[in-house]
């Protein structure tokens, strides 16, 4: 019977991972380029579980592993020839004030004091030589990348992407970090699409219907643990009145 309330506990830990992941996917919901994170739960098989018993003898029956999910979101046509939205795979460069390299599917871009494209919180825009600088032109960006400023060239923005998603460490609501050996690929099939932003890919209706099973879910395991603790509790005095 402890057994079982180790069991019931340790399935609730997940259900509370699932409500902490969809509260942030819904508080991200109106974030340009948000990437939404998805809480994979499973239970051990029978096997697995005997071999993590022989570890740990109250071993969680569950396990789970968070992810990202890089599913494209719809685009907003917003009229702002700053604002961009890459049409296909791939991310923008950006560079934090630390100069630490990241990518994005952010496109909510600004001119900052120095004439330079930057993105809400500071970063800087990076194109194929470095930072943009756009000054207080005109800015025209053509379906291939190629940034101008009052018709002159300035800059070309090449979308990028890493051979494995995952391995990207989420910094902020939609910034990521690429972990040291990770290679910078160029993708070629994508195009460029100015006034347009990325909105993020959160289905606040789906979002909310999970917190709500994962919410019954985690009341069922709690409720078996109360049952089961009543029952422990009248073994024992029936066994201390003995």
């Known amino acids: 019977m402890i057994k079982g309330l180790y069991k019931s506990a340790s399935a609730m830990i997940p259900r509370i991972k699932k409500q902490e992941a969809s509260a942030n996917n819904i508080a991200n919901a109106s974030t340009p380029g948000f990437k939404k994170e998805r809480i994979f739960t499973k239970?051990?098989?029978?096997?697995e579980l005997k071999i993590a018993q022989t570890r740990n003898p109250w071993e969680q029956p569950m396990v789970d592993k968070s992810y990202t999910s890089f599913t494209p979101g719809v685009f907003d046509n917003t009229g702002n020839p700053l604002h961009m939205a890459i049409d296909g795979d791939g991310f923008f460069t950006?560079?934090?004030p630390d100069g630490t390299r990241a990518?994005?599917?952010n496109g909510?871009?600004?001119v900052n004091n120095q004439g330079l494209l930057e993105i809400p919180g500071g970063a800087l825009v990076m194109g194929e030589g470095g930072p943009i600088e756009v000054g207080s032109g005109v800015v025209d960006v053509s379906a291939t990348g190629i940034v101008s400023s009052d018709g002159l060239?300035?800059?070309q923005i090449s979308p990028v992407t890493v051979n494995d998603l995952q391995s990207l460490e989420k910094i902020g609501?939609?910034?990521?970090?690429v972990p040291e050996g990770e290679e910078l690929i160029a993708v070629p099939k994508t195009t460029i699409q100015q006034g347009y932003l990325e909105a993020s890919n959160v289905?606040?209706?789906r979002e909310m219907i999970e917190m709500i099973i994962s919410f019954r879910n985690f009341e069922a395991d709690s409720k078996s643990i109360s049952v089961q603790d009543q029952s422990l509790d009248h073994l024992f005095n029936r066994v201390a009145g003995k």
Do not use: H, N
Not at 43 to 47: G, I
Not at 173 to 177: A, L
């Open 103 to 105: 990518l994005t599917r």
């Open 94 to 96: 950006i560079e934090l």
């Open 203 to 205: 289905d606040i209706v």
């Open 43 to 47: 239970e051990l098989s029978k096997a």
């Open 153 to 155: 060239t300035v800059g």
């Open 173 to 177: 609501s939609s910034m990521f970090i």
């Open 108 to 110: 909510a871009f600004s």
